[in-house]
């Protein structure tokens, strides 16, 4: 064997252990020395292997973005070290993942998931260890004074989501999780489409990690009629579940739903051009990004899904837009061919976003040792992060907070309206529309 090819085996041989150490379930990421200055330890968590919601491509993300500041002598030459767990969607597990942030010495916990914010946040609390851009479902991250947001969270979503709807839906049926969290969502719901006073949603409570939704759905469509009427899921990863359940039922005889007299309200969109989002018939279907998203969109047929035609709520801009380069270069040069980490799934987006705060705010600093202290005191007095488009330009001093009941810590409260259209989600109308008034005044 020749020298070179040698050296091109051995090579390939390191990179291929080095991707396979870095790719573990949990435990710290070793990357390059970023230089002198102490380590920089954090923490990502999210749901893997559950019967309900996954993102396993959170965690993956952190490991990625890990790997590229590292390359580049680390974050103001601070080697950026990633601890991952798998928070298994239980209070047992969230507040095992923080126990062991405590324990391991992370300094914020980063770009998250999870369903159960008061079993995270009181370790995280007790401990000073700044919150930084979790996913954005529990009440706790938009109150905690350690937890600072990158999104609006699902309420914000919600609420967008009503606004998107009211100009085409004459009915709307509501399919959400039969959780606490879920209960909030169709008054938030209600308040966007009551904004262009239309009447409020019928609330469908669900079991969220069930195989099948037929009975649910009949009542979707039933509540919602086929003449103008509209069914949003938002179910988390079994939306694609219940949507399944929802276009085997078999048509109604006569083509439309029951008029029980409510709702006959006008005012409608034109309905006009591609991508109109209407389904079975003529009923509409929807959700918000996190349940419904590009990945989804492929896995059940592109062009062909069920979902071509569907309304979208998104906090970010569309995954084709240009803003979204830098984290695909990255993705590209450093997720060696791992898989979970899609640049279309809003939950590694959020996690780039989160990211992208703690490399500003460590930069920011310049001391050779940071701490969770001096993290979280220089959010509070004013840090300012630019996410390159992808958000407002976040702070989080107090005169940033929304203040909304329920979600005070909400400095972000834009979306993004998007439909699926030639199997693509894109933009429905340019730019963010701002749902703060609507997220404040609902009810």
Known sequence: MTGRRLTSLLASVTAAAAGASLLTGCGVLPGATGGS????????????????????????????????VNSQGGIDGHELRVLTCNEQ??????????????????????????????????????????????????????????????????????????????????????????????????????????KQSKRGAFDIPAVEDATEYTVQATRAREKAGT???????????????????????????????????????????????????????????????????????????????????????G??????????????????????????????????QTTWIAYTVLKEVVESLDKDVVTARRIAEALDRGAQVDTGGLTPKLRWMYEDLLGAPDFPRIVNHEVTFQVVRKGRLVAQKPGFVDVGPTVTNRG
């Not at 938009?142 to 947001?149: A, I």
């Not at 999104?151 to 709307?172: K, T, W």
């Not at 569309?318 to 791992?338: C, G, L, N, Q, T």
Request: glycine share 14%.
């Open 37 to 68: 200055r102490e380590p920089v330890t954090v923490m990502t968590w999210a749901p893997d292997q559950t019967r309900a919601t996954n993102m396993p491509g959170m965690p993956a993300m952190a490991q990625t973005f890990a790997r590229w």
């Open 89 to 194: 969607n239980t209070p047992a597990g969230a507040a095992a993942c923080a126990r062991r942030a405590v324990r391991e010495g992370a300094v914020a916990v980063v770009g998250s998931y999870s369903q159960n914010g008061r079993a995270f946040m009181a370790p995280l609390e007790a401990a000073g260890i700044p919150y930084i851009g979790g996913y954005g479902l529990t009440e706790d991250e938009f109150s905690s004074h350690l937890s600072y947001p990158v999104n609006g969270g699902l309420a914000s979503l919600i609420a967008g989501h009503g606004m998107q709807l009211a100009e085409d839906c004459r009915r709307v049926s509501l399919v959400r999780p039969d959780t606490l969290a879920g209960d909030r969502l169709p008054r938030l719901l209600d308040a966007g489409l009551k």
């Open 227 to 313: 003449e103008d009427g509209c069914v949003a899921a938002v179910l988390g990863e079994r939306t694609q579940t219940f949507f399944d359940s929802f276009r085997r039922l078999p048509e109604p005889v006569d083509g439309s739903g029951p008029n029980d007299g409510e709702g006959k309200s006008e005012g409608k969109g034109d309905g006009k051009g591609e991508g109109n989002g209407e389904s079975e018939g003529s009923v509409r279907i929807s959700s918000v990004l996190g349940s419904v998203g590009q990945p989804v969109i492929d896995r059940t047929g592109g062009a062909r899904s069920p979902f071509e035609g569907a309304y979208v709520t």
């Open 315 to 348: 906090w970010y801009p569309d995954a084709d837009d240009k803003s979204w380069e830098p984290m695909r270069k990255v993705i590209r040069e450093h997720a060696f061919a791992d898989n979970r980490v899609d640049p279309s799934d809003t939950g590694v």
